[in-house]
C-alpha cells in the first residue's frame, strides 16, 4: 500500500514521460499557442494594457495568462506566457506590437553597421521573463511541466531584418543577398543570447524547452540548413552541455520545412513538432530516435465536430504504437478559433 501510495505521488508527468519516448495509452496534450486571443478571458485581461509586450513585462498577469488554458481545458503542459521577440528587443530594436499589424520595430537591422553595432546580449534584461516562469511554475499542478521557449535564430534575425511581420520577407532576402556573412554575424548573436536566455528559463523554472522556427518555410532546403538549422543544432549542441540544461528535453518546431524528418532529427532535438501538412514521413525512420508532436491543422478547429473527429482519430491511429507521442496541434491556435471546439478535441483525444 506504502509503495502504491508513493508510486501515485511520484509518478512522472505523462509530457515527460512522452519526451521520455514511452508508449502511453493516452498521448499527453498542449497546445501550441494555447493561450491568446481566442479565449474571451484573454481578451479581458489583455484590454486593460496599450502595449502587449507593456503586458509581458507584469509577471503576475503572464502567470494568470499561462494558467486560463489550463483551467479551461485540463492540459497536460503549460508553456510561458511571453512572445519570441523579446530578444530583439531586449537587443535595442525597439519591438512594438501594433493592433492588427503584428509586430513592428523601430529600430530594424537596415545596414551591416547595425549588426555590429549591437550591444553584447545581457540576460538580466529580460529579468521580467525569468519572473513570470517562476510565478508560473509555483502556480501550477506538479504533474503539470512548464514549457519555457525562444525564436529560432533565423526567425528572430527575419523579423529583425524586416522590421515587421510579412508574407515574403523581401527586404530581409535582398538585404541578405548583398550582405551574407553580415546576416551569419547577427544569427551567431542571436544563437548565443538563445542560449543565455533558455539557460535562465531552466534556472528559474522550465522543464522543456521549445523552439519555434516559424519562418522556417522561407527556406530552400541548402539555404535551411545554413541560415537556420545549422545554428538551431550549435544551440541544442550548447544546451546539451550545460550543466544547467543537460537534461532538460528540447521540441523542435519548424514552420513548413523545405526538408525531411530526418533532417529535423539530424539537429538533436529530443522531440519533433510536425506541421500540419507534414503527413508524408516514414515514422518507423523516427521510431526510438525522436518524440513526435502534432500535428492537427488549426483551421480543422473551425469544421464541425465530426470533421475534427475524423481528422483527429487518422493521427491518433497513425501514431497510438509511437513510443513517445505528444497531441498538439500543427501550427498556433488562430484568434479565429472557438474554445468549445478546443474542448471538445481535448475531450475526444482522452476518450480514443
Ligand atoms: O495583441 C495581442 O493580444 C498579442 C497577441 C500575441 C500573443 C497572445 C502575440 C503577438 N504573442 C502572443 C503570445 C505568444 N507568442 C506565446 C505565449 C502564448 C501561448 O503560446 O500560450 C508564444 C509561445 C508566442 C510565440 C510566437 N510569437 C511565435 C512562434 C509561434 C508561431 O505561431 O509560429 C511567433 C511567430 C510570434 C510572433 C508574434 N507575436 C505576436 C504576433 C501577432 C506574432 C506573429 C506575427 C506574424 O504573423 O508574423
Not at 7 to 30: Q, R, S, Y
Not at 252 to 257: G, K, S
Request: proline share 6%; aromatic share 14%.
Amino acid at each position: 500500500k506504502y509503495n502504491k501510495i508513493c508510486f501515485m505521488t511520484f509518478d512522472e508527468p505523462i509530457f515527460l514521460k512522452a519526451l521520455n519516448k514511452e508508449v502511453l495509452k493516452t498521448p499527453p496534450i498542449w497546445y501550441m499557442r494555447q493561450a491568446g486571443r481566442y479565449m474571451p478571458e484573454y481578451r479581458e485581461v489583455r484590454k486593460k494594457f496599450k502595449n502587449f509586450l507593456e503586458m509581458c513585462k507584469h509577471p503576475e498577469v503572464c502567470c494568470e495568462l499561462a494558467l486560463q488554458p489550463l483551467h479551461s481545458f485540463n492540459l497536460d503542459a503549460a508553456i510561458l506566457f511571453s512572445d519570441i521577440l523579446t530578444i530583439p528587443d531586449a537587443f535595442g530594436l525597439d519591438v512594438q506590437f501594433i493592433e492588427n499589424k503584428g509586430p513592428v520595430f523601430r529600430n530594424p537591422i537596415s545596414e551591416p553597421k547595425d549588426i555590429h553595432m549591437l550591444d553584447p546580449f545581457d540576460p538580466e534584461n529580460l529579468d521580467y521573463v525569468y519572473k513570470a516562469v517562476t510565478n508560473i511554475k509555483n502556480a501550477i499542478p506538479k504533474h503539470v511541466p512548464l514549457i519555457g521557449f525562444c525564436g529560432s535564430p533565423w526567425t528572430l534575425a527575419a523579423y529583425s531584418i524586416e522590421g515587421k511581420s510579412s508574407k515574403e520577407f523581401n527586404k530581409t532576402f535582398s538585404f541578405l543577398k548583398t550582405n551574407e556573412s553580415d546576416v551569419h554575424s547577427l544569427l551567431l548573436k542571436y544563437t548565443d543570447a538563445c542560449f543565455l536566455y533558455l539557460r535562465k528559463q531552466v534556472q528559474y523554472g522550465a522543464d522543456v524547452i521549445q523552439i519555434f522556427d516559424s519562418w522556417a518555410n522561407l527556406l530552400s532546403e541548402n539555404d535551411l540548413k545554413k541560415f537556420s538549422f545549422d545554428y538551431i543544432t550549435s544551440l541544442i549542441s550548447s544546451l546539451k552541455l550545460d550543466p544547467v540544461t543537460k537534461n532538460i528535453p528540447i521540441i523542435l518546431f519548424a514552420r513548413d520545412p523545405n526538408c525531411n524528418t530526418q533532417t529535423l532529427i539530424e539537429t538533436s532535438a529530443d522531440c519533433i513538432s510536425l506541421y500540419w501538412s507534414m503527413n508524408n514521413f516514414d515514422i518507423n525512420f523516427s521510431f526510438n530516435k525522436v518524440s513526435i508532436q502534432g500535428n492537427l491543422d488549426p483551421k480543422i478547429l473551425l469544421e464541425s465536430d465530426e470533421i475534427i473527429k475524423r481528422e483527429t482519430y487518422k493521427i491518433l491511429e497513425r501514431f497510438k504504437e509511437y513510443p513517445g507521442y505528444i497531441f498538439n496541434l500543427g501550427h498556433g491556435i488562430t484568434p479565429d478559433i472557438d474554445p468549445d471546439k478546443v474542448k471538445y478535441l481535448t475531450n475526444i483525444v482522452r476518450e480514443y
